[in-house]
């Protein structure tokens, strides 16, 4: 794009969830960096392993889980089975995350998963918990709004206990492809950014041109814009820009861009050549 003007904005962001406390939260959601996990010796051999963990609540809540397990598994919370995932003869049973509902008591409370790799081929378990106090995901490292898989430990029978050995990301390796249809169930991203600004423009001459710029952008480095309350188009990968010249006007304009957080944005007026 030839150097422009850049015009002076007043920006501000909107971060909505993609799962909001209160609603039924979406498999996809949940289940968001989350790993697929294994005992660490002979992670693709077939055999029953054993996942722990333990959730503490400050009061009796309702929690909801998310998991998949290649190929059968067993969910137990308090020593009481509050989900099954069996392996049909066509596969079907770990093809589709299963989402479950159940209660904790105040205190800790003991989850504890019987995982079973019943036919040839890769093994793996991937869960995601959500209670009011927080979110428990299958992973290897921390972030903001989860702990990391080191509260999960995993073990053969007769064996200790040994942290689990992080396979993939739900949504990669053997497993990419679940649910209806085939199609992939990672979700693309946990949050929606909507970005606002305002900004004021003087009436164009012939020939000039505006655009919204930007340096980078989060997500899926996509953009969907909407000038003036009117859809004007978007963008996806590079050139990260867009021409907004038809959509704008003289005077008081506001632009907004979803999903994904921009970096730098900015409004430019491009004269003739």
């Known amino acids: 794009m030839p150097n422009g003007e850049v015009i002076a904005v007043t920006a501000k962001e909107k971060v909505t969830p993609m799962s ?12 968001t960096y989350a790993q697929w996990i294994w005992h660490p010796v002979k992670p693709q051999a077939q055999g029953k392993v054993t996942f722990r963990t333990k959730i503490t609540s400050s009061s009796a809540a309702e929690a909801n889980m998310v998991f998949a397990c290649d190929n059968a598994a067993f969910v137990r919370v308090n020593g009481r089975e509050v989900a099954r995932q069996e392996t049909g003869s066509d596969n079907s049973g770990w093809r589709t995350p299963t989402a479950v509902k ?25 869960a995601a918990i ?17 702990a990391s898989s080191s509260d999960w430990t995993v073990e053969r029978a007769g ?15 053997v497993w990419k492809k679940l649910g209806q249809s085939g199609r992939v169930t990672a979700s693309p991203f946990a949050e929606s950014i909507a970005t606002e600004l305002a900004f004021t423009l003087s009436a164009l001459k ?5 655009y919204l710029a930007c340096d980078d952008v989060g997500g899926e480095k996509s953009a969907a814009v909407t000038v003036n309350g009117a859809f004007a188009g978007g963008f996806i990968g590079k050139p990260y820009r867009l ?6 006007k003289a005077g008081a304009n506001t ?19």
Request: proline share 9%.
């Open 130 to 146: 959500q209670w009011p106090g927080g979110v428990l995901r299958t992973s290897p490292g921390a972030t903001a709004d989860h």
């Open 243 to 248: 021409d907004i010249t038809k959509s704008v």
């Open 102 to 126: 159940f209660s904790l008591k105040a205190g800790v409370n003991d989850i504890e998963v019987l995982a079973d790799n019943v036919l040839p081929g890769a093994a793996g378990f991937v």
């Open 159 to 173: 064996e200790a206990p040994v942290q689990p050995f992080a396979i993939c990301r739900y949504g990669g390796g």
């Open 255 to 273: 632009l907004e861009t979803k999903p994904f957080r921009l970096k730098n944005p900015r409004i430019v007026v491009v004269k003739a050549d």
């Open 206 to 210: 012939p020939g000039e041109r505006v």
């Open 20 to 31: 909001v406390k209160g609603e039924e939260p979406t498999r996809d959601a949940l289940l």
